[in-house]
């Protein structure tokens, strides 16, 4: 007999905070692989309908915890509970979950309405009804036009597109996706993300993606999970792991940032007051946990910089020297340098680029200490 959430003492949960009522829960979720550990303790909580992305570099965990939740991999230990039931040792035919890979896995042979309706016909689905739900998961993914076609005969994203119908026919209780759009070129990935956010909002399944592609994840998800060696370092919604990363890893793994190492000062009212190494005092926003002589890393990201010509203009910033500029379209990069050694990345509107600034120039970097933010560093002992 399964067990269920009342039957079994809940593990203490030292991962992100639970929720009220997860579809999916991930107890303390270990997995090993002869003798080596690819996650040791894993504590998750998968929100009732929401899109959720496993984030995070090759290796850290993230198709491996994917596959654990799917059945096809067993944990080592911990459990998942699935409605409050544990499925932990259950094969991935038995539970009620779909999950649509890096490899589409049509049947070549069978029409686009065929490969949709086989998982129905398989569990013996009287014709009319498969009929009415094969049609209506179609229409849901813009494919009704293509039933009679053979895969052979789709575009790599048509394909995905059937493939995710196959998978939503089914009505699963949440639909798993490993990296499904890594075969496909730029421009047509960009499309498919905003059909898949477009297709999450119209059936209202939940969603687990893995990727390792940041841009994929900031522009598809309701919440992140963040994954380095086997852990989750945050998990958040995309604006709030941009704007306010927990830790070192996070800050430098989402989007680009200039992490400059420095000692706080002063925190009053979320607002903290750093020197700099290599000398300078600025202000940015910071954890109330941090205190006077905790070290830490300034996170300023290369948009949030503003740039004028000179020395010492005042308000909250620092001098640099610039030493490259690179037209980049819809920006204005600039590669500076403070005379500390420390690099900088500044990324500007055109229409605010320095006018005649050439390498060797003294520039002024200026931020609102509301955009930037403070991270610990682990890497440094207190007062150092």
Request: charged share 20%; net charge neutral; aromatic share 6%.
């Amino acid at each position: 007999m399964a067990l269920t959430a009342d039957t079994v003492t809940p593990a203490v949960r030292t991962g992100p905070a639970p929720v009220a009522d997860p579809i999916i829960r991930v107890e303390r979720v270990g997995k090993s692989y002869g003798g080596h550990t690819i996650i040791e303790s894993l504590d998750l909580d998968i929100e009732r309908g929401e899109f959720l992305t496993l984030l995070g570099p090759s290796g850290c965990g993230k198709t491996t915890t994917l596959k654990m939740i799917a059945g096809f991999e067993m944990p080592t230990s911990g459990r998942i509970l699935l409605d409050g039931v544990d499925v932990s040792g259950l094969p991935p035919y038995r539970r009620p979950l779909n999950t649509v890979f890096q490899q589409y896995a049509l049947f070549p042979h069978m029409t686009v309405f065929d490969n949709v309706a086989f998982g129905p016909r398989t569990a013996k689905v009287e014709k009319s009804a498969v009929a009415k739900s094969v049609e209506a998961a179609l229409a849901t993914v813009s494919m009704s036009k293509f039933a009679g076609k053979k895969p052979d005969q789709l575009s790599g994203g048509q394909q995905q597109r059937v493939a995710l119908a196959r998978a939503l026919v089914n009505a699963p209780k949440a639909l798993l996706l490993d990296e499904p759009l890594s075969a496909l070129d730029v421009k047509l990935r960009r499309a498919m993300q905003l059909e898949l956010k477009r297709i999450h909002t119209e059936v209202k399944t939940t969603f687990i993606f893995v990727t390792h592609d940041q841009d994929e994840a900031l522009t598809m998800s309701s919440r992140i999970a963040v994954m380095n060696g086997g852990k989750i370092e945050q998990l958040d919604q995309p604006e709030t792991l941009y704007r306010r990363p927990a830790t070192r890893f996070v800050a430098g793994f989402i989007g680009q940032a200039n992490l400059l190492p420095a000692i706080v000062q002063t925190n009053v009212g979320g607002i903290a007051g750093l020197l700099l190494d290599g000398g300078g005092s600025v202000l940015a926003a910071a954890p109330a946990s941090l205190v006077a002589g905790d070290p830490v890393l300034l996170v300023l990201r290369p948009e949030q910089a503003a740039l004028s010509l000179g020395s010492a203009q005042g308000g909250n910033g620092f001098q640099a020297r610039l030493r490259s500029f690179d037209f980049q379209g819809s920006t204005c990069r600039y590669a500076l340098a403070r005379d500390d050694g420390q690099e900088i990345i500044v990324t500007v509107l055109p229409q605010h680029q320095l006018a005649g600034a050439e390498p060797g120039a003294l520039v002024w970097v200026q931020w609102d200490e509301a955009h930037a933010w403070v991270v610990p560093d682990p890497t440094r002992q207190r007062g150092s």
